[in-house]
C-alpha cells in the first residue's frame, strides 16, 4: 500500500510528515480494532474447525522448493533492471506456483485432510468473504497508520527504507501491461500466496503453537519474505488475513482481501501523483 502523507521537504521531513499522520491513523485504526473482531465474529459465524494435518517436514519441503524455484529464476529470466513489471510479477508467480502444486499435492493425501483443509471448502464462502471485507474495512485506518510511521520507525532502529518501485510502476504503465500486470498482483499473485501462507503454512503452525502464535508466526514470516522496507505493513496486514482465515477457514475470504489491498494500492498510486516517491 502507498505511503501517506508525501508532501514538499528532504527524506527526513517526509519521514516525519508521515509518522506523524500515520501515527495519527493509527490511533484511529486501534480504537476501531474491537469493532472489526465483533464484526468478523458476527458476520462468520460460528468458528470453523481446522482439518489440516501435515506437519513440518510437508513445511519445509514447500519452503524448499519455493526456494529452489526462487533462485532458478533469477538465474534463467531478466534481472529487474532489464525486465517490465508484468514479467517481474510473472516470475514471481512461477515460483508461487510451484511451491503451491507441491502444498496442494501434499494435502491431497488422504491422512492429510483434503482440499478443505486448504480451506477450499463448499458453502459459506460468502459470508466468510463479506465478514473478512468488513474486518479489513475497519483495520484499513491503521494498515495505513503503520504504512506512515514504518519508514520512520525503521530508520530509528537503524534499517534503510526503500520505496517499492513495482508499485510506483504502475502509475507509468498502460494497455496491455498494465492490466496484465494488474491481473497478476490483484488476483494470480494473491491466491498462490493466500494458498500457501493462509492455506498451507498457518495451519501446520498453528497446530503447533496455538491459534495466536500460528497467526503470528505465519505473519512474520509473510512480512519477512517482502523485505524490511515493507515488513511492519505487511506484517499488519497479515494479521487480519491470518484472523480471518482462522475464523472462517474459507480460504477465499483472504484471497479476496489481499487482492482488494493491492488494487487499492494501485488506484492510489495511479490517482493521487503526489503518492508516488519524489
Not at 44 to 61: C, F, I, K, N, Q
Not at 103 to 114: D, I
Not at 209 to 224: D, N, Y
Not at 261 to 270: D, E, F, G, H, Y
Request: charge should be positive; charged fraction near 10%.
Amino acid at each position: 500500500m502507498p505511503g501517506i502523507a508525501l508532501q514538499e521537504g528532504g527524506p527526513a521531513a517526509l519521514a516525519s510528515q508521515g509518522a506523524l499522520a500515520g501515527a495519527a491513523l493509527l490511533a484511529v485504526g486501534l480504537a476501531l480494532v474491537p469493532l472489526g473482531a465483533l464484526a468478523l465474529r458476527r458476520l462468520a459465524g460460528p468458528r470453523a474447525e481446522p482439518r489440516a494435518r501435515w506437519g513440518g517436514t510437508d513445511v519445509l519441503a514447500t519452503a524448499a522448493v519455493y526456494v529452489a524455484g526462487a533462485q532458478l529464476a533469477q538465474v534463467a529470466l531478466p534481472p529487474p533492471g532489464d525486465a517490465g513489471l508484468a514479467l517481474l510479477l510473472a516470475r514471481a508467480a512461477a515460483v508461487d506456483v510451484a511451491a503451491a502444486a507441491l502444498a496442494v499435492a501434499l494435502a491431497l493425501r488422504p491422512a492429510a485432510g483434503g482440499p478443505g483443509a486448504l480451506g477450499l471448502r463448499r458453502g459459506a464462502n460468502a459470508r466468510a468473504v463479506a465478514a473478512g471485507v468488513a474486518l479489513y474495512a475497519l483495520a484499513l485506518p491503521a494498515l495505513l497508520g503503520l504504512e506512515g510511521t514504518w519508514p520512520w520507525l525503521l530508520e530509528r532502529l537503524g534499517g534503510t527504507w526503500k520505496r517499492q518501485q513495482a508499485q510506483d510502476a504502475f502509475a507509468l504503465l498502460e494497455g496491455r501491461e498494465l492490466w496484465a500486470a494488474a491481473f497478476l498482483a490483484v488476483a494470480l499473485v494473491p491466491l498462490l500466496e493466500e494458498l500457501l501462507f493462509r492455506g498451507f503454512l498457518q495451519p501446520a503452525l498453528v497446530r503447533g503453537l496455538g491459534a495466536r502464535g500460528g497467526v503470528l508466526a505465519t505473519s512474520i514470516l509473510f512480512a519477512l519474505l517482502h523485505g524490511s522496507s515493507a515488513f511492519l505493513p505487511l506484517f499488519g496486514l497479515s494479521l487480519v488475513l491470518g484472523a480471518v482465515m482462522l475464523r472462517t477457514q474459507r480460504l477465499a475470504a483472504p484471497c479476496v482481501i489481499h487482492g482488494l489491498n493491492n488494487a487499492l494500492a494501485i488506484l492510489l498510486v495511479r490517482h493521487f501523483p503526489e503518492l508516488r516517491a519524489p
